[in-house]
């Protein structure tokens, strides 16, 4: 089955613990990003990635990293965790179009991250 | 600043009655809009697209609606139905660049009352 995984899908941790939430995509995508929803925000960009890596910022980058060191993962880190990176997180993954920007993303089922 | 709008936050409508959800953009290099359904507990999934060639993409019930000049979409659900009830969120991007940038609206919430 075509799908992207992301682990773990709850989380609850605190302030300055580092911490690794990994995404995994079965389909051969080159392209992968990462996004968090909050209320009233929508989805907001915060890494992406076109190939292996190739990774670049989206709109709310700043506390968190990425590596792409394999085309189907794309792990987003938090080094030091703070209460406003309480969000819901998701991974998705889709094809390179032709003029090269991706469409069709394919998005895992979420990441629930609270930090006290 | 946010460059996709839906200044709906929520919408209700009667099973079998069309449904549209309005989407406003202020970058006029935007040329590739998306909507994507997303189901509670679950993550968005892609609906339907349009590019700024057209204006207008139908796919079943769904159709999409594109008016360059006025910088809006809107997205048209004939006959709705209870199972469309989700949150729906419309995305940008530009086609013509290789960023690999989508930026989404705030979603609305569409209830189909049956």
């Known amino acids: 089955e075509a799908q992207v995984t992301q682990n773990p899908r709850y989380l609850i941790t605190v302030t300055g613990k580092k911490l690794t939430v990994t995404c995994s995509q079965n389909?051969?995508?080159?392209?992968m990003s990462w996004y968090r929803q909050d209320p009233g925000l929508g989805l907001r960009q915060i890494y992406y990635s076109m190939n292996v890596e190739v990774t670049d910022k989206g709109d709310v980058p700043e506390g968190y990293k990425v590596s792409r060191k394999e085309k189907r993962n794309f792990p987003l880190i938090l080094e030091s965790p703070s209460p406003n990176q309480t969000s819901l997180y998701f991974c998705a993954s889709s094809l390179i179009a032709r003029q090269g920007t991706p469409y069709e993303q394919y998005f895992g089922p979420g990441t629930r991250l609270t930090v006290t | 600043d946010q460059q996709v709008k839906q200044n709906s936050p929520s919408l209700s409508v009667q099973e079998g009655r069309i449904s549209i959800l309005n989407c406003d953009y202020t970058?006029?290099?935007?040329?590739?809009f998306l909507w994507y359904k997303k189901y509670p507990a679950e993550g968005p999934t892609f609906l339907i697209s349009?590019?700024?060639?057209?204006d207008k993409n139908e796919d079943g019930r769904f159709t999409v609606f594109l008016n360059k000049s006025a910088k809006h979409l809107s997205l048209h659900i004939v006959p709705s139905q209870p199972g469309d009830s989700a949150v729906y969120f419309c995305a940008a991007a530009r086609d013509s660049s290789n960023t690999g940038k989508l930026i989404f609206g705030q979603g609305t919430t569409l209830q189909v009352k049956p």
């Open positions: 349009i590019s700024s060639i057209k």
């Open positions: 970058n006029s290099m935007f040329d590739y």
């Open positions: 389909m051969n995508h080159e392209y």
